[in-house]
């Protein structure tokens, strides 16, 4: 048993199925297949090739299967041993070598057909992680445009559904009421709007509101105290949610992690990528989008308040007064440095839309602020 | 190395019996317990990235442990995260088998672990992603399923199909082709699309009697999630 190298896998219908391994050797009339399980490895047993058939076949086609009617009944031999395969090939007579190179042909062609084709994959990926590196907006946004929002989806909520695990979530009240409201007339104006919105009112006195990939946004009560007018609340909602509209969170985390990484965080459900997962989910949070991302979000923010019938002139006048604030309080300034030249911005593009008719809410402001506890009053 | 399957049936553990230098891979947190001289080389070195990297160009999988009996003969007990069977297959250096990932709990030095990556089409459609491990080389492999691990045998030529997220492993005489479900299988209820294999013998292939998929989501639909 100990010297004996098995070179080849035989199947027949008294042998086991995973198949019995034989040592075959090539002669010049056929093969001898010798059998070391029971003990009788002196006994080989010879096979013309007159009987024998050729074909490719296993997982990758890249086997040699000789198949013969032995006397003991139908036999299979699984051949991957390349020395074995070309004596099989030298010695084989003319009969055989038709159907063999056929089959070699066919292996090749497979083998070929797979090495292009991971070639390929691979050169592509390559290309892909090395445009990554070098931080190319263009590789990002076409890998970011093959990604289903399914899989967004899946990214964004499970790092949503963790986030509002360990924080105290508000369930109704004129907050919610008031949030909900806004967000349904801000989504209704967007065309063909792929996504299914989900957003929660945390109860937290941080300044701050994010969006999640896959359309999970998330809004402090804090952050609704500093504002004034409801305006500007609906003003920081337009800006979030065109960060998702854009996909802005899927081209930082293509950036940050490559394609691969996303496909892999979403097919697999093994446990390292688990916990890799759950690490994404605080990056989520924090996600620093870019500077060309921010101004993407504003001018579109702003389009669709207008488009909404809000007044945008709320989303600058909050921007403006939340940069007076002290920074360490406002956790939303961390994300979004605000600066002279981002409100001038919007300013200006805002000077420049046509009149628009507004339309007022449902709900009454004034009330929304007492239940936050914020001061009202007509001094407001 | 010697090993031995404990309890046998949904909560198994399996003992593995390491002689002084001998080591194993094994599936990271696998390991219950072990002798104190055993070593624990963990592989996810520099980082996911790092590890990612090296994933797809060496093949080096980034969810191994290697435990080494380095300071002397000792024993490790090895558990799968799933309730289920386990099974330990001896690998011979001509029998090969592809192992798909969450099946594999750990295997002896001599044996070989390539991380496949199925051809892009195979791997997108059956839904057990881009990992597949190929096991090759001599020696001692142990898998794990989710419920109990049913063996199928097939004759040359024999078919049969079989339920994508059931498959554990299958030796690489087989051949098969994924085949969208038709109406009558009751694939993955999460994503709604039913892939099947259909294999093609001769060879050996090793499904599970659960569905981990499916139980995902037969379990989420109890817990209570805050709006
Ligand atoms: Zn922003």
């Not at chain 1, 579109?300 to 921007?319: C, E, N, V, W, Y």
């Not at chain 2, 995260?81 to 001509?94: K, N």
């Not at chain 2, 892009?120 to 794990?144: D, P, T």
């Amino acid at each position: 048993m100990t010297d004996f190298h098995p070179n080849a896998l035989c199947f027949g219908d008294e042998f086991p199925a995973g198949g019995v391994p034989c040592l075959v050797h090539v002669e010049t009339q056929g093969l001898t297949i010798a059998f070391a399980a029971d003990g009788n490895q002196g006994q080989a047993e010879a096979v013309p090739f007159s009987s024998v058939a050729v074909s490719a076949g296993g997982l990758d086609h890249d086997q040699l299967v000789l198949s013969w009617a032995g006397p003991a009944g139908q036999r299979t031999l699984y051949l991957k041993n390349s020395d074995v395969i070309r004596a099989f090939r030298q010695a084989a007579p003319d009969q055989l070598t038709m159907p063999l190179e056929r089959a070699v042909g066919q292996v090749r062609r497979v083998r070929r057909r797979h090495r292009m084709v991971w070639g390929i994959a691979g050169g592509s990926l390559l290309a892909l992680t090395l445009g990554l590196w070098f931080g190319n907006d263009v590789l990002v946004e076409l890998a970011v445009d093959r990604i289903p929002i399914e899989w967004e989806q899946k990214l964004g909520e499970s790092a949503y559904r963790d986030f509002l695990t360990q924080h105290e979530v508000a369930k109704d009240g004129p907050p919610v009421d008031a949030v909900t409201e806004m967000t349904h007339r801000l989504v209704s104006q967007i065309p063909d709007n792929p996504y299914t919105f989900e957003i929660t009112v945390v109860k937290s006195d941080v300044v701050n509101a994010f969006a999640l990939p896959g359309g999970y946004i998330v809004v402090f009560t804090g952050l609704m105290k500093e504002a004034e007018r409801l305006e500007e609340v609906a003003g920081v909602l337009a800006h979030e949610l065109n960060h998702v509209l854009q996909r802005h969170g899927l081209e930082r985390i293509v950036k940050q992690l490559g394609f691969i990484a996303v496909v892999s965080i979403v097919f697999g459900n093994q446990q390292g990528l688990g916990q890799m997962m759950k690490q994404l989910g605080v990056e989520l949070m924090t996600l620093r989008f870019g500077r060309a991302q921010e101004t993407e979000a504003d001018l579109t923010g702003l389009q669709l308040l207008h488009r909404a019938k809000i007044d945008p002139s709320g989303m600058i006048t909050f921007f403006e007064r939340l940069a007076e604030k002290d920074e360490g309080r406002v956790e939303w300034l961390s994300t979004h440095p605000m600066s002279s030249a981002r409100a001038e911005r919007l300013k200006d593009r805002l000077a420049g839309m046509p009149e628009q008719s507004l339309e007022p809410f449902t709900f009454d402001w004034s009330k929304v602020r007492a239940a936050l506890g914020a001061p009202t009053g007509p001094g407001l | 190395m010697k090993s031995e399957i404990l309890y046998p049936g949904a909560f198994p553990m399996v003992r593995i019996e390491l002689a002084e230098g001998e080591h194993i891979k094994a599936e990271s947190g696998a390991m219950v317990a072990c002798s104190p001289t055993i070593d624990i080389e963990s592989k996810m070195e520099g980082g996911f990235l790092g590890a990612l990297s090296r994933k797809f160009l060496t093949g080096e999988k980034f969810f191994f442990q290697t435990l080494r009996a380095s300071r002397g003969h000792g024993e490790t007990l090895l558990a799968p995260t799933v309730p289920g069977e386990i099974v330990i297959l001896d690998l011979d250096g001509v029998n090969e088998y592809m192992v798909q990932k969450d099946g594999f709990l750990a295997g002896a030095d001599g044996i070989t672990v390539e991380s496949q990556m199925q051809s892009m089409s195979r791997g997108l459609l059956s839904g057990e992603g881009f990992f597949i491990l190929k096991m090759s080389g001599k020696g001692m492999l142990v898998l794990n399923s989710f419920g109990a691990i049913h063996k199928i045998e097939l004759k040359p030529g024999q078919e049969y199909i079989v339920d994508n997220s059931h498959l554990v492993a299958w030796s690489t005489t087989t051949s098969y082709n994924i085949e969208k479900a038709t109406s009558g299988w009751v694939a993955s209820f999460t994503s709604g699309e039913g892939f099947v294999c259909r294999f093609r013998g001769p060879g050996v292939v090793y499904i599970q009697s659960r569905n981990p998929r499916g139980f995902g989501s037969w379990v989420r639909q109890f817990i209570p999630v805050s709006e």
